[in-house]
Structures are given as C-alpha cells and as structure tokens.
Nanobody
C-alpha cells in the first residue's frame, strides 16, 4: 500500500505563494493517478487538483483554476501543488491521495496546514 507524506505548508499572506510536496513510498507511484484535496475548518473535504500517471494531463477545481498548478516527478515519487495568488479562503489542511482501483481516492497522508492571512 502506498504511504504518503505531505510537506510545505505554512503561513502566507494574501497574494503570496507556497509549494506543497507529497512523497510516496513504494515502487508503484508512477502507476497511480494522484490528487490534492483540502479541508477547511467546519467544512467537507474538497477536490483541488488531479494529475494523470505520466503528468501529461491535469485538472483543477474552478476555485483555484489559474492560481494552483499540480505536477509530478515520477523519478522522485513526488507530486507537487504550486499555489500562487493565495487568498484567505485557501486556508485549509491540504492532503494528497492516490486514486484506487475503485475510482475513489485513498491512502491519505497526514495533511499539511496552509494558513493565508489577509
């Protein structure tokens, strides 16, 4: 089973940038579609971005489109989330996950906190 460890969160000002990383264990990273999700206090976890196995195709939520970019480095077993033009409403715990054979996402990491001040 793939294990995921997120990092790169922290405190940023509105308009600033952060880059999140998610490192996966095991040898099967390149065979997995990967996603980023986030959960703000008192809210449901929501989809942020997804990337296919090779990194040639991505999709992002409308709320972050044009500001966030997902990418991956299969040689480093790592998926990234570059976050620019941050807004206070981007404040959340950010998680990466793998897409399972069922089509759902799972193997959640512990998350990394992102806090954006106005």
């Amino acid at each position: 089973q793939v294990q995921l460890v997120e990092s790169g969160g922290g405190l940023a000002r509105a308009g600033g940038s952060l880059r999140l990383s998610c490192v996966a264990s095991g040898r099967t990273f390149s065979s997995h579609v990967m996603g980023w999700f986030r959960q703000a206090p008192g809210k449901e976890r929501e989809f942020v971005a997804v990337i296919n196995r090779s990194g040639s195709s991505t999709n992002t939520a409308d709320s972050v489109k044009g500001r966030f970019t997902i990418s991956r480095d299969n040689a480093r077993n790592t998926v990234y989330l570059q976050m620019n033009s941050l807004k206070p409403e981007d404040t959340a715990v950010y998680y990466c996950a793998v897409q399972l054979t069922s089509g759902d996402f799972g193997s959640w990491g512990q998350g990394t906190q992102v806090t954006v001040s106005s």
